[in-house]
């Protein structure tokens, strides 16, 4: 293979890496921003777990931004979409699974691309990462059926509810998976 041709397959995997560190880059913004609404309207419980989501999402973006380095890329520091402001509750969670959905999705079409171009170090990134996608989505999932099924008899257990997340700076994924 041609030194061309070994530069056009990786530039094919950095593309596929910005694309999802993008795609990182707007959950994390969306997800505070839901986390911040979430503890002005007193829904401590979510506040809290959507703030480990968003940590998780920093962390996928620095392991994409770190693997790009890595192959001599350049990470974006652009967000792939708008953020949405001033949800309420009933839109956050119903919203926040479709995007987990939608990511899980498009990742596996992405490790595809890094397989097929001689990459199994950026497809093994992919794997981790949908694995974690793949709790988030379970969670918001949960709650939005909890919220669409019991609505106030679920939301006023939740009101008042503290959002503060301790000794658990590490996100989500590994709160949950006990580690
Ligand atoms: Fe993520
Ligand atoms: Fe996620």
Request: one cysteine or more; hydrophobic letters at 35%; a negative charge.
């Amino acid at each position: 293979m041609s030194k061309s041709d070994k530069e056009a397959r990786r530039q094919k995997v950095i593309d596929v890496l910005n694309k999802a560190r993008s795609m990182e880059l707007h959950a994390i913004t969306q997800y505070m921003n839901q986390h911040y609404g979430l503890d002005d309207m007193d829904y401590g419980e979510l506040a809290k777990q959507v703030k480990l989501i968003a940590l998780d999402e920093m962390r996928h973006a620095e392991m994409f931004a770190e693997r790009i380095k890595e192959l001599g890329g350049e990470p974006t520091a652009d967000l792939c979409c708008p953020v949405e402001r001033k949800q309420a509750v009933e839109r956050i969670f119903p919203f926040d699974a479709h995007q987990e959905d939608d990511t899980i999705e498009q990742y596996n079409q992405f490790l595809i691309v890094c397989r097929e171009n001689g990459d199994s170090g950026s497809q093994k990134i992919f794997e981790t990462i949908i694995e974690e996608e793949q709790m988030h989505y379970n969670y918001f999932d949960s709650i939005s059926n909890h919220i669409e099924k019991l609505g106030d008899v679920f939301l006023s257990k939740i009101a008042g509810t503290p959002a503060s997340t301790g000794l658990a700076h590490q996100g989500y994924a590994v709160t949950e998976g006990g580690e």
